[in-house]
């Protein structure tokens, strides 16, 4: 897999990192403690937040999840419509694909996207299309960077299809979060997508629960839901 070239940073507070065919930019502040990502302010002010859906998932083509390939683009597609921000790792294949795609399909002006967001991780993939979406931070350094100060700083709202390995780490950092949050922050709303897929780690929590060591309820933390059910949940801000 090929791996492009490190994030670079300049003296006027600009990072970019490159690849063959074009530079990829961001203008901030360089680090604070609160933001260490420097997501723009825009997209980490409380209304930019509840209207924000990051979307996760299998990063890879397979014929076991083709179904659920179709709805996250679908559901991206809706909830660009809608008036939401769909933010996404910017990858080609699989969920994170359809998802990134839905989006950039609902912009009015995909060469010019405004919800269709993105944060990266350093180095890159190299299957990243930063032309149609709107990247709004510096490079995380790894995957649990990405998670914990990208998708948690810009996002109340995730949604987890099925994946690897990853996914499920994903899905467990962000339970934990909604468990331990400050006292005043609002509650993450989480929904693995996929009732069979994770009929596994619902019970796991649930046995937890019963066990007495979970320290609260399972169902306060996230929900399983099908892909058909997911619209229920995020009303039309159009209107």
Avoid at 40 to 68: E, M, N
Avoid at 131 to 141: G, L, N, R, T, Y
Avoid at 211 to 217: C, N, P, R, T
Wanted: charged share 25%; aromatic share 8%; glycine share 8%.
């Amino acid at each position: 897999m090929m791996m492009l070239s490190p994030l670079k940073f300049n003296s006027n507070s600009q990072y970019s990192f490159k690849s063959q065919n074009n530079v990829i930019a961001f203008r901030g502040e360089i680090k604070s403690a609160d933001n260490p990502l420097a997501i723009q302010d825009q997209f980490i002010s409380s209304d930019s937040k509840s209207k924000t859906v990051t979307i996760l998932g299998s990063s890879r083509d397979a014929d076991s999840i083709k179904g659920s390939v179709a709805k996250a683009f679908d559901i991206a597609r809706t909830l660009v419509n809608r008036g939401y921000n769909v933010l996404t790792g910017c990858g080609d294949k699989g969920i994170m694909g359809a998802a990134y795609k839905g989006a950039s399909s609902a912009e009015k002006d995909p060469e010019a996207p405004e919800h269709n967001l993105a944060v990266l991780v350093n180095p890159l993939w190299g299957d990243e299309d930063t032309k149609h979406c709107k990247v709004i931070s510096k490079a995380a350094a790894s995957e649990a960077d990405r998670i914990e100060n990208g998708f948690l700083k810009a996002s109340n709202s995730f949604l987890v299809f099925p994946g690897g390995a990853c996914s499920i780490q994903e899905a467990s950092t962000l339970i934990a979060k909604n468990k331990y949050r400050p006292k005043n922050a609002p509650p993450l709303k989480i929904m693995l997508v996929g009732k069979d897929y994770y009929r596994g780690l619902k019970q796991q929590y649930e046995d937890m629960e019963k066990a007495g060591i979970l320290g609260g309820k399972a169902e306060d933390l996230f929900t399983v839901v099908d892909p058909e059910d997911v619209l229920k949940e995020f009303p039309d801000l159009q209107h």
